[in-house]
């Protein structure tokens, strides 16, 4: 099922240029909006920016500032460590058939943008529930292009997308 679901998705690429150029953007380079967005979001809704004295108002908010960082810090970590453990192929490695649209190295398993994206989006959803979902929805469009351009399999996703929430989880309940 897994193949199944990859072929389903990976089957949109390499039909439209700038599809394939979309899509690649949001696999590679969309997680770092990701990142300077859920700050930006934290530094507006709390008002620290227009305020008179932003750094007083950064001291009495910097928990969830703490929180976005080390969650998604030990994502990054936890993932590279993770892909050397499990040494899960990827799809361009399983099937010679899949040519993905840019290169990557190393294994699969989990996705590490899609493990930073759901670790910052539930370290978001567990203080701001409207904002926590926007950015559960980027974390899974991350995911999926990454599926597409054909670097990672749904297991993958799946995998990255539940241990980011564990880590976020973790990292609040510490």
């Known amino acids: 099922m897994n193949n199944q679901i990859f072929f389903f998705f990976y089957n949109l690429s390499h039909q439209s240029a700038f599809f394939d150029g979309v899509v690649n953007f949001f696999a590679v380079y969309f997680i770092y909006i990701v ?10 809704y709390h008002k620290i920016l227009p305020s008179e004295n932003p750094l007083k108002e950064f001291i009495n908010k910097w928990k969830e500032f703490v929180l976005i960082c080390v969650s998604g810090g030990l994502a990054l970590i936890l993932s590279k460590i993770l892909k050397i453990l499990i040494h899960a ?29 759901s670790a910052i989006a539930f ?20 995911g999926l292009a990454r599926i597409i351009v054909g670097v990672h399999f749904p297991i993958d996703i799946l995998g990255g997308f539940v241990i980011g929430a564990l880590i976020a989880f973790f990292v609040k309940n510490v």
């Open 35 to 44: 990142i300077i967005s859920a700050f930006l979001f934290l530094f507006f």
């Open 89 to 117: 192929p990827r799809p361009f490695d399983a099937f010679p058939q899949v040519h993905s649209l840019f290169t990557e190295t190393g294994y699969a398993f989990p996705s590490g943008h899609t493990m930073i994206a």
């Open 123 to 142: 370290s978001l959803f567990f203080t701001h529930k409207k904002a926590g979902y926007f950015f559960m929805f980027f974390a899974l469009v991350i």
